[in-house]
């Protein structure tokens, strides 16, 4: 069934257009609908409005050219994150895959503003149908959610269909295992060769992300003042990028846990600043699957359960949290954005200096007469 200025598309979601043109500004308006009666009602009030002159037809983008304007923006730069620093590739290409595989298919094709908070929620239904995980199913709303900001702040909307969307919720996967300082050691003990060891002990000792370590240099490492300087970051595709935040670009302590490892692989290396510390024979940056392999191997060898290097930097700033009383100290030392990202994660392992506190305020109370 059709008549003039409705019919129906090939959409699982609301496969009916209406569309109505406006003679003045020479534009088409369409939009789609769940059904006909709708489209229909829809159409009718519109032509009204339009040969009134009480609307005229402006054009708003459909959702597909929103999301490939914004890839566009984040790519040259034009679009720059939140903190104002430019995206890195590895967000861009994890955005532009997610629009492609969760969201451009089923609802790329409807303008912007007809997106509506009831269409996000269908569309998440549909996500868990197709059996995706909840944190997947979140994810897949994250381009979404900076689309529809910008078209809030463009005038293109009124109000975001996204505030207060209530999506699956899921555990990412705990890393609740805490290694004290002795399995630790015993750890970087099972390993044989002497760049692994470095490696593994810069990942405990020092709690370096995955990009950093790739990334680092011996020209930002000073053992004779025992400082590690991290000042660069590597994406997947070997790209050399600054830290995920500006907090990441900090300065370490060389602990004597540290310093060993390090000395024994720069004396076998040829001395050259520029080089990657965790380079390959060729100097090229380490791959992350086969060095967790080797190590994991060894470790099970052992009768280690093994870890990631991302579980290493997560129990060396567990270490961090037990060891400092500053939460502010343990989030510079973690490169962590936020003092509540610490708290949260690390909070309940921290010593805040409870019994010096109590004994603080005593002093305080009896010396004012308490």
Same mark, same amino acid.
């Given at each position: 069934m059709s008549e003039p200025g409705i019919r129906r598309v090939d959409r699982s979601v609301k496969p009916w257009q209406a569309e109505v043109f406006d003679q003045r500004t020479r534009r088409r308006r369409r939009k789609h609908f769940r059904t006909l009666a709708e489209a229909r009602a829809w159409r009718r009030e519109a032509q009204t409005a339009v040969q009134q002159g009480t609307v005229r037809i402006t054009t708003t983008p459909s959702l597909r050219d929103a999301c490939a304007a914004l890839i566009e923006g984040m790519e040259s730069g034009a679009i720059p994150a939140r903190g104002g620093q430019p995206y890195r590739a590895a967000v861009i290409r994890k955005y532009a895959?997610? &629009?492609?595989?969760?969201? &451009?298919?089923?609802?790329? /094709?409807?303008?912007?503003?007809?997106?509506?908070?009831?269409? &996000?929620l269908d569309h998440a239904d549909r996500l868990r149908a197709r059996g995706l995980a909840p944190n997947t199913v979140r994810r897949a709303f994250d381009p979404l959610r900076v689309v529809m900001r910008r078209a809030v702040q463009r005038g293109w909307i009124g109000a975001n269909p996204c505030t207060g969307l209530e999506l699956p919720t899921g555990m990412v996967r705990p890393r609740d295992r805490v290694l004290d300082p002795s399995e630790i050691a015993e750890m970087i003990d099972a390993l044989t060769d002497v760049r692994d060891r470095a490696l593994w002990a810069c990942a405990f000792h020092a709690g370096l992300r995955f990009g950093e370590l790739r990334a680092l240099r011996w020209e930002h490492i000073d053992l004779v003042g025992s400082r590690l300087h991290v000042r660069e970051s590597m994406d997947d595709k070997k790209a050399i990028t600054t830290p995920k935040t500006k907090a990441g670009v900090r300065t370490l302590p060389i602990t004597l846990h540290l310093r060993k490892p390090l000395l024994q692989l720069r004396a076998e290396r040829d001395g050259d600043p520029a080089a990657y510390v965790f380079g390959d024979s060729r100097g090229r940056p380490f791959a992350n699957y086969s060095t967790?392999?080797? /190590?994991q191997e060894a470790w099970r060898a052992a009768g280690i359960a093994p870890v990631s290097l991302h579980e290493a930097r997560h129990a060396c700033i567990t270490i961090w949290a037990q060891a400092i009383a500053n939460p502010k100290r343990v989030q510079a030392l973690a490169g962590h954005a936020s003092i509540v990202m610490t708290l949260d994660r690390y909070g309940k392992h921290m010593n805040l200096g409870t019994d010096e506190a109590a004994a603080e305020v005593t002093r305080f109370l009896e010396k004012h007469g308490g």
């Open positions: 895959s997610t &629009l492609r595989l969760y969201v &451009l298919d089923d609802l790329g /094709a409807l303008s912007v503003n007809e997106v509506t908070h009831v269409d &996000l967790t392999r080797k /190590a």
